[in-house]
């Protein structure tokens, strides 16, 4: 039984590319369930991720990074985000506060403003802020544009002043009982993490034209030899070009991804991994229905 003051609820973490969303989420539930690079557009789907305290259970809603639909993919990816911010208890702005405030920063802000909802501002990547006074001005302007509950500057790369946000989000959540089991910690399916492991990695490897134009499917999962898990990952591109930017010269670049994919996966699993790669090209699957369905891109 948990006591009466209990308090849960959902949570979105909502931001521009980048500004460490899901770097958040996985030092919060203390595993890796969402993929996280240097590259903007990482994450693409709504991804939970679930926090249990003494007193509170949040449930963190990892969002896309907003930014100008133009694909189909992209506009599913930012129906994603108004999906969040409406079905949540509490929205999160994330913003990186070690660069300037641009018109994407403003283009979120209104979103939050729109929503009406209690609103934290979290103004993350402070060890990246040699003087912390330099963090006034911009505490100062997001108060004068909303009535955000919180204002929180964290590091959510070295885990400083986390425990102090936990502590501020569970303060603003309905009292209620647990809304998921304790041990629960995402609602990723495996074959989703798996994928999302390989993308990262592909992402951490390639240059700058790649990652908007792969997609990674898990699309054989086989647990039956308890000694082994036996994995097939399809990597879809839109040219054969890009194929051989992610094989690399000999393979070494494939390789590569599925040396470290496998070691993060083994992590995940607990198990030994027999992880296969290959890649597929798939015309203009960023604007086909079918194929971002099949790779599981929903709203
Ligand atoms: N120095 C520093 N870097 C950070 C911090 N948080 C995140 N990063 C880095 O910022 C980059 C982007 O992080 P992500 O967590 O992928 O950002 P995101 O907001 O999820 O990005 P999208 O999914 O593209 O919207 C990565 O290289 C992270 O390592 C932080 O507190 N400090
Ligand atoms: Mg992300």
């Known amino acids: 039984m948990t006591s009466e003051n209990f308090r849960s609820g959902y949570v979105a973490l909502i931001g521009r590319p980048n500004a460490g969303k899901s770097t958040l989420l996985n030092y919060l539930v203390g595993e890796k369930i969402a993929a996280v690079s240097n590259k903007p557009q990482t994450t693409r789907h709504k991804i939970k991720g679930i926090v249990t305290l003494d007193d509170g259970q949040i449930v963190f809603i990892?969002?896309?990074?907003?930014?100008?639909?133009?694909?189909?993919?992209?506009?599913?990816?930012?129906?994603?985000?108004?999906?969040?911010?409406?079905?949540?208890?509490?929205?999160?702005?994330?913003r990186d506060a070690s660069v300037s405030t641009g018109n994407g920063d403003k283009f979120v802000l209104n979103l939050i403003k729109q929503s009406e909802k209690p609103a934290i501002l979290v103004l993350n990547k402070i060890d990246k802020v040699k003087n912390k006074k330099e963090l006034l001005p911009l505490m100062?302007?997001?108060?004068?544009?909303?009535?955000?509950?919180?204002?929180?500057?964290?590091?959510?790369?070295?885990?400083?002043?986390?425990?102090?946000?936990?502590?501020?989000?569970?303060?603003?959540?309905?009292?209620?009982?647990?809304?998921?089991a304790e041990d629960e910690m995402t609602d990723q399916p495996l074959?989703?993490?798996?994928a999302e492991m390989v993308r990262e990695k592909i992402l951490q490897t390639t240059g700058d034209e790649i990652p908007y134009v792969t997609a990674v499917v898990t699309e054989k999962f086989d647990e039956s030899d308890p000694t082994v898990t036996k994995i097939h990952c399809a990597v879809y591109v839109e040219?054969?070009?890009?194929?051989?930017?992610i094989i690399g010269k000999g393979g070494i670049k494939l390789k590569k991804i599925g040396t470290?994919?496998?070691?993060?996966?083994?992590?995940?699993?607990?198990?030994?991994?027999?992880?296969?790669?290959f890649v597929k090209v798939v015309e203009d699957w960023r604007n086909r229905e079918r194929d971002l369905d099949e790779i599981g891109i929903m709203e």
């Not at 470290?260 to 699993?269: G, S």
Request: hydrophobic share 45%.
């Open 140 to 180: 100062e302007f997001y108060a004068k544009e909303y009535n955000f509950v919180e204002i929180v500057p964290i590091s959510a790369l070295n885990g400083e002043a986390i425990d102090n946000l936990l502590q501020q989000i569970v303060k603003h959540l309905p009292k209620g009982e647990p809304l998921f």
């Open 62 to 94: 990892d969002t896309p990074g907003v930014h100008k639909p133009g694909y189909l993919l992209n506009r599913r990816m930012m129906s994603a985000v108004h999906d969040a911010i409406l079905s949540v208890d509490v929205v999160i702005l994330m």
């Open 260 to 277: 470290e994919a496998r070691y993060d996966i083994e992590k995940i699993l607990g198990k030994k991994v027999f992880l296969q790669l």
């Open 239 to 245: 040219r054969s070009s890009q194929k051989g930017i």
């Open 191 to 194: 074959r989703t993490l798996v």
